[in-house]
């Protein structure tokens, strides 16, 4: 039986499917304006990981979905990265997930169910290691195979972290290595080097529930995750909600080794030029070469995170105890102009 490659139907890999910065936002204003709601504390006007919801007695709903075409040929591992990557957004907002229902897309005349049923099972995994149920869904019989979760969780009013709260002065961390869609991008196209066979997939399972524990220092201002708009465009994101300019230091961005080899082999995803197209125009300091990094498409990325620089005590001693070892990426400032904006040192 000829082997089944679940990436042949996927002409966007992971948080790569994702529509660009700037048509979203064309598409975003053009759809009208929502029902005005006290209640709805953060909705989709700052772009930020998911809408929260105030329940009156100090406690939130945080709700949230994500879903996307295959990021890889092992259907297990599908689902366990949309399922890491979906619930990702609830730890981002500094809550906790409750439960889960799954979005599933299927070509049924192309595809075994049997194929579907190893994406529920990876999905499952990753849901009990999050402590939550997968508690139902929806499906259909789509041309490609979609898969992802809607994602309900809960927060304390006070432990809420948006993406436009970060203040000058404020330190940037990014808690796991860029170059996930280099990688997804080269393993599609047969060139992924022997030393990144599961490199990818390990980065995009890993949780983010350190967002949750991070949520409970005062000193964490801001926290956004970095998934397909890359580092840039969710630091952008950042930068313009909270009327603020970012200088990063490169040197301290953390990324996977030899992404540079990637590049040289074509192995550039297409989202890359789609996000640079989209805020390119708002970034200095960067060439060409850094481009296909800074702005390459992350699928279940990791934190970024704005911290007080007078009071990262506490941050680090959790880092310490997560076994997460960071430098700072860079610094929020207010520019001269009062422009928003990303400098690359």
């Not at 006070?158 to 997804?184: E, H, Q, V």
């Amino acid at each position: 039986m000829q082997e089944i490659k679940l990436t042949q139907f996927s002409p966007g890999a992971g948080c790569g499917c994702k529509i660009s910065p700037k048509v979203l936002q064309e598409i975003l204003l053009k759809s009208g304006e929502n029902i005005k709601n006290p209640a709805l504390l953060v909705g989709n006007e700052t772009s930020d990981d998911a809408a929260v919801f105030d329940l009156g007695n100090g406690m939130c709903v945080v709700s949230t979905t994500d879903f996307f075409m295959p990021i890889t040929d092992d259907p297990y591992d599908f689902g366990r990265i949309a399922s890491a990557n979906a619930i990702s957004d609830i730890y981002a907002m500094g809550g906790y997930p409750v439960m889960a229902i799954s979005i599933l897309g299927w070509p049924i005349k192309k595809l075994a169910p049997e194929l579907a049923a190893r994406v529920l099972t990876g999905s499952r995994a990753i849901c009990k290691q999050a402590g939550i149920p997968l508690a139902g869904g929806h499906s259909i019989d789509s041309l490609e195979p979609i898969f992802g979760l809607a994602v309900t969780g809960m927060v304390e009013k006070d432990r809420i972290r948006r993406n436009n709260s970060a203040k000058a002065g404020n330190l940037l961390f990014l808690t796991k290595p860029l170059g996930i869609g280099l990688l997804s991008t080269a393993e599609k196209k047969g060139v992924l080097l022997a030393d990144h066979q599961n490199t990818a997939r390990d980065l995009m399972i890993r949780l983010n529930s350190i967002g949750r524990e991070l949520s409970a220092i005062r000193a964490v201002t801001s926290m956004t995750d970095v998934t397909g708009f890359g580092l840039l465009g969710h630091l952008n994101e950042m930068c313009e909600g909270s009327g603020l300019q970012a200088t990063l230091q490169l040197q301290n961005i953390p990324t996977i080794t030899d992404w540079q080899e990637y590049v040289e082999l074509g192995a550039i995803p297409g989202g890359t030029q789609r996000n640079f197209d989209s805020y390119g125009h708002k970034v200095s300091g960067m060439d060409e070469l850094q481009r296909n990094i800074l702005c390459d498409p992350q699928t279940s990325g990791g934190l970024l995170i704005a911290v007080d620089k007078d009071d990262t005590q506490e941050f680090f001693r959790m880092m310490d105890k997560f076994e997460y070892s960071l430098k700072p990426i860079g610094v929020m400032e207010q520019a001269p102009d009062g422009s928003t904006g990303i400098v690359i040192r």
